[in-house]
């Protein structure tokens, strides 16, 4: 299961579909036995590369803190893997962390000094370090820090920017994904079988070029382009009414598939709409004649302004002067309409928003708009910024709040560069509204400058805020283990444990155990799993130990599995669910065909259970009998017979029984007949003991049949 997955990932990531790669090799390690440390390591430094190439095209350098952390594990298991330093090497360079990084492709050069790309990444770091040193520091610390984060993309060649296209009939519309660019800073130069586009990229530097023969002919003089905040545009006109299959006239589905004709033809008339009517219908002379009768029979009543003017002409003096302090006032600024004097006159009249979320949910993307607009439109920062205070005084904290708006507030001071205004944003936000996604963001943001011991205390407060998280327990524990501070995370870990309430506790445990047999604590990890069988008995934890202890490089592995199996299944036999012993057994028995003995294999085979079937009677609802009679399959295991031996003898009592006795065929004969109602008290009675009825096997009610 696990191989498979690993392959799937790797068709993935070579068509470059780096988020279903992802996927397959989560899936991979989810799936992964850990016998193998090799083809484990082999997965965790691919599923690190992925990482890699997310950031590149998604941008987002919390990939470049899983990459690392996958490459650290994969060394872990495996110091001969070179892929593993390189990506690691590669992430750490990704953060500013050349000489780290430069270390780290050392390390990978004792192991095999011929590997052309460590040689190469290993003289580009130090080619950089050395010209760092003689550029002069001239900002804050602050400042410099806050530079690090938001220009960590080192000078490489840019990442492969994919462009797409959609079309109508008449038009193909070229879509590249490039933010930040103004419609001079783009050039496009088109004939009716090429276009080029040429600008270059705001983030980088580094200039863009897109060339291309195009698959079908267009109408160059119409083409035309725009620019938004973060497309371009570029919209070529069809000659012909088909289908395009591709933009490249070199590409293979341009060359393998014809043109497919339109749905209908190209028409440089106004549409005429479909309709069941036989006569054709004029839609835009109906259009003008609906205006201008609306415009000829406009009365009194034809707008807003003339309610309201008919409304304040109709009232008396009090009314008009509500009317008046309403509209007119200041804090309501004209949008709420009061016409009752008596509680306009005690005060200022405020048009307040509702209390409940619900409503805000599509209002919050107003302000969020209004602010990106201000900012990469109008390039108005001051504005801008006042629109996020604006928008954070008018939601009422105490009773919801909106994450997104904090976030994206903070997000608008990182690229202005204001470091302390970030910590101050998120650490109101935190005090008005402790909610997990502003945790989250605001830890994110430490991690991304470095800052870990921020991390550390911003963890403390999340855990004093909700102790019962086990996410949080997990992330906070796997941050200092990539720190190194293994001891820490140990410590962090053994007191999530010890929580009186958790949301995830089978989760908890889990990366606890995980985290003591990567640190090859085999004994820690043997005790954890003695501490959680006390807490419960479920079948899974019998297995996941027996699992461990088969996967340990040890020459007693057998032995301890084998061990945990049979005290497992001493241990269930007392359980009333029957359904995980025999899971139990199932497993058992798997493992003895792959590791144990033919001895062994049949010892266990003997403690697979039968299927007996078990007749009752169904009683009404009142308790009384129905005589009518159900069946059910039960599992019996060779111990519950031993245990109990009379069970053979009752099921050959009973099949006796049924055979001399007649079954009265009808109630009135029973009513009837005494020497009957004894007989059926008597069945009554036998059927009232349930173990004769559910020991009779499928072959024994064929004989009674």
């Known amino acids: 299961m696990s191989k498979q997955a690993f392959e799937k990932a790797n068709e993935a990531f070579v068509d470059e579909k780096y988020d279903e790669a992802l996927e397959f090799y989560t899936k991979a390690v989810m799936n992964d036995d850990k016998t193998d440390h090799g083809f484990t390591s082999k997965i965790l430094a691919s599923r690190a590369q992925c990482f890699l190439k997310l950031k590149n095209y998604a941008g987002n350098y919390e990939f ?13 298991l495996d110091e001969t893997n070179i892929k593993a330093y390189i990506r690691k090497g590669v992430s750490l360079y990704n953060q500013d962390l050349k000489e780290e990084a430069r270390q780290v492709f050392v390390r990978g050069l004792e192991f095999d000094s011929a590997d052309e790309q460590l040689k190469i990444w290993k003289q580009k770091c130090e080619k950089e370090l050395a010209e760092q040193k003689t550029v002069p520091m001239a900002v804050s610390v602050e400042k410099e820090k806050l530079t690090m984060n938001t220009t960590l993309v080192p000078p490489l060649p840019p990442a492969k920017i994919k462009h797409s296209f959609y079309q109508t009939d008449s038009v193909v519309v070229i879509q590249i994904p490039i933010k930040g660019l103004k419609k001079d800073q783009v050039q496009v130069q088109s004939t009716d079988t090429t276009i080029n586009i040429n600008t270059k990229i705001p983030s980088s530097g580094h200039d863009y070029s897109l060339e291309l023969d195009l698959a079908y002919p267009i109408d160059s003089s119409r083409t035309n382009f725009n620019v938004t905040g973060s497309n371009i545009e570029i919209k070529l006109y069809k000659r012909q009414a088909i289908q395009w299959t591709s933009l490249d006239a070199q590409s293979t589905t341009a060359k393998a598939l014809p043109p497919v004709p339109m749905s209908r033809l190209l028409v440089e008339k106004a549409p005429i709409y479909p309709s069941s009517s036989q006569r054709a219908k004029n839609w835009d002379k109906l259009d003008a004649e609906i205006k201008k009768d609306e415009k000829e029979n406009a009365d009194d009543m034809g707008d807003a302004n003339a309610i309201f003017q008919r409304l304040y002409r109709d009232s008396d003096e009090n009314t008009r002067r509500a009317m008046n302090k309403s509209m007119a006032s200041y804090e309501s600024g004209g949008t709420c309409l009061n016409m009752n004097w008596e509680e306009v006159s005690k005060g200022r009249v405020t048009s307040e928003p509702p209390d409940e979320k619900r409503y805000w949910r599509r209002y919050i993307y107003l302000w969020i708009n209004y602010a990106l607009f201000e900012e990469l439109e109008a390039e108005d920062i001051e504005l801008t910024r006042g629109v996020y ?13 909106f994450a997104k708006i904090w976030l994206y507030y903070a997000q608008f001071e990182i690229r202005q560069k204001e470091l302390a205004s970030v910590r101050k944003i998120l650490g109101t936000a935190i005090g008005l509204c402790p909610k997990d996604k502003l945790f989250r963001g605001y830890i994110d943001l430490e991690i991304q400058l ?7 205390r911003l963890y403390e407060k999340f855990l004093e805020f909700g102790p019962d998280n086990c996410t949080t327990w997990i ?4 941050l200092e283990s990539i720190l190194g501070d293994t001891d820490r995370a140990r410590a962090i870990y053994e007191l999530a444990i010890e929580q009186p309430r958790l949301d995830m ?6 990366a606890f155990i995980d985290f003591e047999i990567e640190q090859q604590e085999y004994d820690r990890a043997r005790k954890l799993y003695s501490k959680l069988l006390k807490k419960t008995q479920h079948v899974k934890v019998w297995l996941s130990l027996a699992q461990f202890e088969a996967s340990i490089d040890e020459s007693d592995s057998i032995d301890r599995a084998r061990d945990v199996f049979e005290q497992a299944y001493k241990t269930l036999r007392t359980a009333n669910d029957k359904e995980e012993r025999l899971m139990l057994v199932e497993h058992w028995l798997e493992f003895e065909k792959e590791r144990g003995t033919q001895e062994s294999v049949a010892r266990v085979e003997k403690c697979l259970p039968k299927r007996t079937k078990q007749r009752r009677k169904i009683l009404s609802e009142d308790g009384t009998d129905t005589g009518q009679w159900e069946e059910n399959m039960q599992l019996v295991f060779p111990d519950d017979e031993a245990v109990q031996p009379h069970l053979k003898l009752l099921a050959m009592a009973k099949r006796w029984k049924k055979g001399n006795d007649d079954v009265p065929t009808s109630a009135n004969e029973t009513t009837n007949n005494p020497a009957s109602t004894t007989r059926t008290t008597t069945e009554t009675e036998d059927n009232d003991i349930p173990l004769p009825e559910s020991r009779i096997d499928d072959e024994e009610m064929n004989d009674e049949s």
Do not use: G, M, V
């Open 389 to 401: 205070k604006a928008c954070l005084n008018l939601i009422p904290h105490k009773k919801f709040t």
């Open 475 to 478: 992330k906070f524990a796997e």
């Open 64 to 76: 470049l803190f899983y990459a690392l952390k996958d490459s650290n594990d994969a060394i872990q």
């Open 450 to 456: 470095r800052e870990f011991d921020n991390c550390r």
């Open 505 to 510: 506790p089978e989760l908890l445990w889990k």
